[in-house]
């Protein structure tokens, strides 16, 4: 009876500190869930009506070749941290990265512009996860940069026919996201193909049957993501919506072809793309006509004019600044307020904005050899001199560093900009003229 007594006094001592230890866990991730960003300095006028689980989105994918070069991040008390962790407490809850299939010459030597390969992918899906954030899976299907200008083949699918095509890109993508969700990365949304503007993978629609054989390439990638991650949403995504009937053409031949997506996505470059007013109607159309869900899979703009890596800026010093909105640090924080605040008020289905690269920034060195000598090695500028055999034209000329390092919202240093702030102000504003 003693023995009893003693075995249930323990079982329920037990019981009871298994209760406060999980009490104590629940506590603390309900604290580490909080998004609690204060600036004096910075005035965020507040987004109405924007639903809790609207998409936030960091670009991220250079990150690893940027650490490898020497770059390590900072918050803004200036301590050291995982830069996804930083991105995650100051209100960013989605990860978006991109993926090319090989780029990697034959000896091994990386393309550059992050050498963005699967393995690439794995290790930034699971640091976006254990912070909290999903993963935006952005597949390029070529194996470097893919853009209205170029949508060159994978090397590995050069020679085959479309049915072949199609079958390699449903495989790829399939074993892609099986190694992405093993590796743990929380995958709520998938991109089949970038800045499609009437091309993909080596087809264009230029050419006879060019929409009949890029709808079946993206109907390919869809069905492996509807297989693979049944609850992930399938994106599409083009640029420039500022040409008149661009997305009323592209929307018909999705629509025409039977693709299987959810979300029509843009790039959204203020510089390049047009007024907000203009993309919030081009979108709600194809909303509204085809009962889609919209967003912003790009944006960005320029804090300062300067650049410091040695390799010129897209914009900066050279121009590119839009009416309203200065190279600054403020200038910068509206313009992204302002693009959420379109898609949230006056856009139909408007689910999300990503922000591109916000993290790309200089990986350092005190001459143009010195920073030359980390792009070649560790792919950190936008192209190597490496992607020479794949695209001749244009990395094969212009290769050499970051072009975006005055649009990140970390300084030269790696130390979190007070414009990064933005993303978690938004909600409820910040009037610093109180
Ligand atoms: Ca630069």
């Given at each position: 009876m003693r023995i009893l007594t003693k075995t249930l006094t323990m079982a329920i001592a037990v019981a009871l500190v298994i209760l406060v230890l999980l009490l104590c866990a629940c506590q603390k991730s309900d604290s580490e869930n909080k998004i609690n960003v204060q600036s004096d300095t910075l005035y965020v006028e507040k987004v109405e009506n924007m639903p809790k689980d609207f998409i936030l989105g960091m670009d991220a994918s250079c990150v690893p070749s940027l650490e490898a070069s020497g770059v390590k991040y900072y918050d803004h008390n200036g301590e050291e941290k995982d830069v996804y962790e930083i991105l995650s407490a100051n209100g960013i809850n989605y990860i978006r990265v991109r993926i090319w299939n090989d780029p990697f010459n034959a000896s091994g030597q990386g393309y550059g512009?992050?050498?963005?390969d699967i393995e690439n992918a794995v290790k930034i899906g699971k640091r976006a996860a254990k912070y909290g954030m999903k993963l935006l899976v952005n597949f390029h299907y070529s194996d470097f940069w893919a853009d209205p200008a170029k949508q060159m083949v994978p090397k590995a699918w050069k020679n085959m026919n479309i049915e072949d095509k199609a079958e390699a890109l449903y495989a790829y993508t399939r074993e892609s996201l099986n190694k992405l969700k093993k590796a743990g990365a929380d995958i709520g949304m998938v991109q089949i193909g970038n800045e499609t503007n009437g091309a993909m993978c080596g087809e264009f629609s230029t050419e006879l049957g060019g929409w009949e054989k890029i709808t079946r390439l993206m109907s390919a990638g869809s069905k492996a993501v509807r297989e693979v991650c049944p609850n992930a949403l399938v994106a599409v995504h083009f640029a420039?919506?500022?040409?008149?009937s661009n997305y009323v053409s592209y929307s018909t031949n999705l629509d025409y072809y039977g693709v299987d997506y959810d979300v029509f996505a843009s790039s959204y470059y203020p510089f390049w793309h047009g007024t907000l007013d203009n993309l919030a109607e081009v979108l709600s159309d194809v909303a509204e006509k085809y009962n889609k869900k919209v967003m912003v899979a790009e944006t960005s703009y320029a804090y300062t004019a300067q650049d410091t890596d040695f390799y010129g800026n897209t914009i900066g010093d050279g121009g590119g600044i839009v009416k309203n909105y200065p190279f600054t640090i403020q200038g910068q924080s509206n313009l992204v307020r302002d693009v959420v605040n379109t898609m949230v008020n006056k856009t139909t289905n408007g689910i999300g904005v990503f922000y591109w690269e916000g993290t790309w920034i200089s990986v350092g060195g005190e001459s143009y050899e010195d920073n030359l000598a980390l792009w070649e090695k560790y792919g950190s500028g936008w192209a190597a001199s490496y992607a020479t055999e794949y695209d001749s034209e244009d990395a094969g000329k212009w290769?050499?560093?970051?072009?975006v390092d005055n649009q990140a919202f970390f300084d030269a240093q790696g130390k979190a900009t007070e414009a990064l702030k933005v993303f978690g102000l938004l909600r409820e504003g910040n009037n610093i003229y109180k």
């Open positions: 512009g992050g050498n963005c420039n919506p500022e040409k008149v290769y050499g560093g970051c072009a």
